[in-house]
Nanobody, 127 residues
Framework: QVHLVESGGGLVQAGGSLRLSCEASGRTFSTYSMGWFRQAPGKERQFVANIRGNSGVTTYTYYADSVKGRFTISRDNAKNTMYLQMNSLKPEDTAVYYC?????????????????WGQGTQVTVSS
């Protein structure tokens, strides 16, 4: 069982930056592939980025086209924490951001590929 808690959301102007954190419980954090998803009002939850677990010295990540080049996902296994650095934010990035953990070794972009979810943190980007 993994318990996930997101933090770092808030209100920012367009062009600004935020860093989200996702802290996980448990001693096997490094084995999980982790992902960020977001859900805007009235829309379905969508994939943002993911990072593979147990990847050794090589970091494997994947991004949605809408955030590629602006967002960076990373993890610190010693701190049981994953991050999402969001730069050049746009009003369309406004959403509740969720972190998720997957037992699968693959970089899944579908919600069904994740076994544990956090409660979400609100990100609001004003124009």
């Amino acid at each position: 069982q993994v318990h996930l808690v997101e933090s770092g959301g808030g209100l920012v102007q367009a062009g600004g930056s935020l860093r989200l954190s996702c802290e996980a419980s448990g001693r096997t954090f490094s084995t999980y592939s982790m992902g960020w998803f977001r859900q805007a009002p009235g829309k379905e939850r969508q994939f943002v980025a993911n990072i593979r677990g147990n990847s050794g010295v090589t970091t494997y990540t994947y991004y949605a086209d809408s955030v590629k080049g602006r967002f960076t996902i990373s993890r610190d296994n010693a701190k049981n924490t994953m991050y999402l650095q969001m730069n050049s934010l746009k009003p369309e990035d406004t959403a509740v951001y969720y972190c998720a953990a997957s037992n699968s070794g693959a970089l899944r972009t579908d919600e069904s590929g994740y076994d544990y979810w956090g409660q979400g943190t609100q990100v609001t980007v004003s124009s």
